[in-house]
């Protein structure tokens, strides 16, 4: 048997060739310690010193991006890690008017490029991380509330236009700024893709343009993660995105894995239940589970994870019948 670092194996496994065994990786919320830079980037150094995953997703709180536009948020127990928004900016359409660009180098944004450059101190240039970004629809029901988001969307198209372009420019200037950093890709976030919230031709319109727009400065990346979130999500419509893994609730919603690795020529991310495997199964659930995982793909072209965050009540012996999977599975 022959021995990869994490950078090969992950590279390997994107491109379908040998790995030495299959890439793991799971990542969570730290609720309270993701008010403060430092107490975030302590807090994901722990969590992957402790297990040894092949990639770290970093993990901030949603409003990272959007406190410097008004928006207010506070954990009140969720136990994915989330927080309540506990105030809007956006109260009428002509406020998406109103957003400018932000600064990535100011305020709320320069705060989390600080935690990235202790993280990149922390673990050095053997592991790689990538940072969370939320997409520009994402982001803008977290400016407005969720049902306003849609009204908005339907009834001033215009002005939604006007605020979806505002923060797809903060995106991509964060990302450009990010990159300084070291992340070796983006986990690129898309709550809305699911045809249970809008039609194909409504994403088409006020998704997938931002979105490209977005990720551009990403390109030069080789581990940029999509995650599709949710339902019934439009795997085909994002399939061709400039990334090299998808990530989706894979377990609860088409497609399968093996569905999937026909659909996409990279690397898909899961196999293992978020809630009743990960949290309310046994250490040996999470390990058969695994296993069908790795059966179903071959081991090629994969990264076992879950279909989301690992809930933070999620039992350590299922995070580590997780990570041990892939070297007795």
């Known amino acids: 048997m022959f021995d990869m670092t994490k950078v090969d194996r992950l590279k390997a496994a994107i491109q379908g060739e040998r790995v030495d065994r299959v890439p793991v990786a799971l990542w969570r919320h730290f609720p309270g310690d993701d008010y403060r830079p430092e107490d975030l980037a302590r807090a994901t150094v722990d969590f992957q010193q402790r ?48 957003i400018k660009p932000l600064d990535p180098t100011k305020g709320e944004l320069s705060a989390q490029l600080r935690c990235l450059r202790l993280i990149a101190g922390a673990l050095g240039k053997d592991t790689p991380f990538i940072q969370t970004i939320f997409s520009p629809l994402a982001q803008a029901k977290n400016l407005v509330g969720r049902d306003n988001l849609l009204t908005h969307l339907r009834l001033y198209p215009e002005a939604m236009h006007e605020g979806l372009q505002t923060i797809t420019t903060s995106i991509a200037r964060f990302i450009e700024a990010a990159i300084d950093t070291g992340i070796a890709g983006v986990f690129y976030a898309v709550q809305h893709a699911q045809y249970g919230l809008l039609a194909e031709d409504e994403y088409r319109t006020f998704g997938v343009p931002y979105d490209q727009q977005a990720l551009e400065p990403a390109g030069s990346l080789w581990l940029n993660v999509l995650h599709l979130h949710g339902a019934d999500v439009m795997f085909d419509l994002l399939a061709d995105y400039p990334v090299q893994v998808i990530n989706w609730h894979d377990r609860e919603t088409r497609p399968t894995l093996s569905e999937a690795q026909q659909r996409f020529d990279g690397a898909v991310c899961g196999g293992i239940q978020q809630w009743d495997v990960m949290v309310r199964g046994a250490p040996d659930d999470v390990q058969k589970q695994a296993i069908d995982a790795m059966k179903q793909t071959g081991g090629r072209r994969f990264i076992l994870g879950t279909g989301c965050v690992t809930p933070v009540i999620a039992p350590i012996s299922n995070i580590r019948a997780a990570r041990e999977a892939v070297t007795e599975g």
């Open 51 to 98: 297990f040894d995953f092949d990639f770290v997703k970093v993990t901030p709180a949603s409003g990272f991006c959007l406190k410097d536009w008004g928006s207010r948020d506070r954990w009140v127990g969720n136990l994915e890690g989330t927080r309540e928004y506990t105030h809007y900016p956006i109260q009428s359409p002509d406020d998406w008017r109103e």
